[in-house]
């Protein structure tokens, strides 16, 4: 494991050389309406731009001429002249290898708070395995979300690393949002970009909760529109297009909220059924080792990774365009698969299928693509804390319907 190459700061200066002067969707800020034109404002380099929604939809653009203007006190820029930036796809490594490229290395004890004292938990060898595979199989969710497009929520303990694929694709792919919204407006303008990560919905204001549940509804549903319940100033805006969006919704364990006495703030308290139902929820254990990442690289050290980003960026751009037509061969395999087993809620079977999509183009064969399903379906079922003697129950009373 290289910790240098996946240290944040050796990524973001990467970032910031290959994407500067790039104004790109993670820029946009909000809607504006300016002197009767329907605007938005892009922050780049401490300057406030103003985009046409022309503009938007070509994203990401250089700016080349630009005039300053003053509205109501403050100075924007007015985009007169841009180019826009388009990256070649190239294939320069398989899916597997991309996935085994982000090498985190695990933790072999939890570290736990109870009530304000620190608890070390010891991973057997079993639980070292498991962790293992949930952190591949989340590593794969990620990527099929950055590549495809797929709804889906996450449930760990703190400190396994949720945040970790997020911020690194952001930098690599200068398309991704992660944030801990507290309204539905900080969510709004970040659904330009490919991937949208909301990282704990338990911050939200409670005047809030109803329009979010809209917003999640319309694109859980995987609609290709998201429009606004709501108009935060007029001559904004009615309709986004999300026909690429992925939406992925992180959270802890239940029993970490109980711990801190706030199980009022777990994701299925606040939000229920017809939410829960569109996006398929995994249960994943395990621990990031941080310690990895305590050195900080010196300045510069983005030049040694340089071509192995490119390389990773170039082969998701490529992964966008052909990854349906590598796995035709395992597509009966994962209908069947999926047919055969049970779930909580109607849509999540068409969900799973989606994300097992992406395990299908891993896996080296049937065999491994059938193990790793089944750790698959054992981290959904887990989520809802279901055993063996639970799954019988539910297939003997489904029996009884037939």
């Given at each position: 494991?290289?910790?240098?190459?996946?240290?944040?700061?050796?990524?973001?200066?990467?970032?910031?050389?290959?994407?500067?002067?790039?104004?790109?969707?993670?820029?946009?800020?909000?809607?504006?309406?300016?002197?009767?034109?329907?605007?938005?404002?892009?922050?780049?380099?401490?300057?406030?731009?103003?985009?046409?929604?022309?503009?938007?939809?070509?994203?990401?653009?250089?700016v080349t001429a630009s005039e300053a203007v003053k509205y109501r006190g403050k100075i924007y820029r007015m985009i007169e002249a841009y180019k826009?930036?388009?990256?070649?796809?190239?294939?320069?490594?398989?899916?597997?290898?991309?996935?085994?490229?982000?090498?985190?290395?695990?933790?072999?004890?939890?570290?736990?708070?109870?009530?304000?004292?620190?608890?070390?938990?010891?991973?057997?060898?079993?639980?070292?395995?498991?962790?293992?595979?949930?952190?591949?199989?989340?590593?794969?969710?990620?990527?099929?979300?950055?590549?495809?497009?797929?709804?889906?929520?996450?449930?760990?303990?703190?400190?396994?690393?949720?945040?970790?694929?997020?911020?690194?694709?952001?930098?690599?792919?200068?398309?991704?949002?992660?944030?801990?919204?507290?309204?539905?407006?900080?969510?709004e303008y970040r659904l330009f970009n490919k991937l949208l990560v909301l990282n704990e919905l338990s911050a939200l204001e409670s005047s809030q909760?109803?329009?979010?549940?809209?917003?999640?509804?319309?694109?859980?549903?995987?609609?290709?529109?998201?429009?606004?319940?709501?108009?935060?100033?007029?001559?904004?805006?009615?309709?986004?297009?999300?026909?690429?969006?992925?939406?992925?919704?992180?959270?802890?364990?239940?029993?970490?909220?109980?711990?801190?006495?706030?199980?009022?703030?777990?994701?299925?308290?606040?939000?229920?059924?017809?939410?829960?139902?569109?996006?398929?929820?995994?249960?994943f254990e395990g621990t990031i080792d941080k310690r990895q990442f305590k050195r900080t690289p010196p300045k510069g050290t983005y030049e040694k990774?340089?071509?192995?980003?490119?390389?990773?960026?170039?082969?998701?751009?490529?992964?966008?365009?052909?990854?349906?037509?590598?796995?035709?061969?395992?597509?009966?395999?994962?209908?069947?698969?999926?047919?055969?087993?049970?779930?909580?809620?109607?849509?999540?079977?068409?969900?799973?299928?989606?994300?097992?999509?992406?395990?299908?183009?891993?896996?080296?064969?049937?065999?491994?693509?059938?193990?790793?399903?089944?750790?698959?379906?054992?981290?959904?079922?887990?989520?809802?804390?279901?055993?063996?003697?639970?799954?019988?129950?539910?297939?003997?009373?489904?029996?009884?319907?037939?």
């Open positions: 494991m290289n910790s240098e190459k996946l240290h944040y700061n050796t990524l973001s200066e990467f970032s910031e050389n290959v994407y500067h002067g790039f104004i790109s969707s993670i820029h946009l800020k909000e809607e504006v309406a300016i002197r009767n034109n329907q605007l938005w404002l892009a922050e780049y380099n401490k300057m406030r731009f103003l985009l046409t929604p022309n503009m938007v939809e070509e994203l990401p653009i250089v826009t930036v388009k990256v070649t796809p190239e294939k320069r490594m398989s899916f597997r290898e991309l996935i085994d490229w982000f090498d985190f290395k695990l933790a072999d004890e939890l570290t736990i708070n109870n009530l304000g004292r620190k608890q070390v938990i010891k991973y057997s060898e079993k639980e070292k395995e498991r962790n293992k595979i949930h952190f591949l199989l989340f590593k794969i969710f990620m990527l099929g979300a950055e590549i495809g497009r797929v709804n889906f929520r996450v449930s760990t303990s703190p400190g396994f690393g949720k945040d970790s694929m997020s911020a690194i694709l952001g930098f690599l792919m200068n398309d991704v949002a992660s944030t801990s919204p507290r309204s539905v407006a900080a969510i909760r109803d329009v979010i549940w809209k917003m999640l509804e319309m694109v859980g549903d995987y609609k290709n529109t998201y429009e606004k319940s709501t108009r935060a100033t007029s001559g904004t805006f009615d309709k986004y297009d999300i026909s690429n969006l992925s939406l992925v919704i992180f959270y802890n364990r239940p029993e970490d909220y109980a711990m801190a006495k706030k199980e009022d703030k777990f994701f299925d308290n606040i939000f229920g059924a017809a939410i829960q139902d569109r996006f398929i929820p995994f249960r990774y340089k071509d192995e980003y490119l390389a990773v960026l170039k082969t998701i751009y490529w992964y966008r365009e052909n990854y349906l037509n590598e796995v035709e061969s395992f597509y009966e395999f994962i209908d069947n698969y999926t047919d055969e087993k049970q779930f909580v809620f109607g849509r999540h079977p068409l969900s799973f299928y989606k994300l097992a999509v992406f395990v299908a183009l891993y896996a080296k064969d049937k065999d491994e693509l059938k193990f790793l399903l089944d750790n698959m379906y054992e981290a959904y079922q887990k989520y809802y804390g279901m055993t063996e003697e639970k799954q019988k129950m539910i297939e003997e009373i489904d029996a009884t319907l037939l």
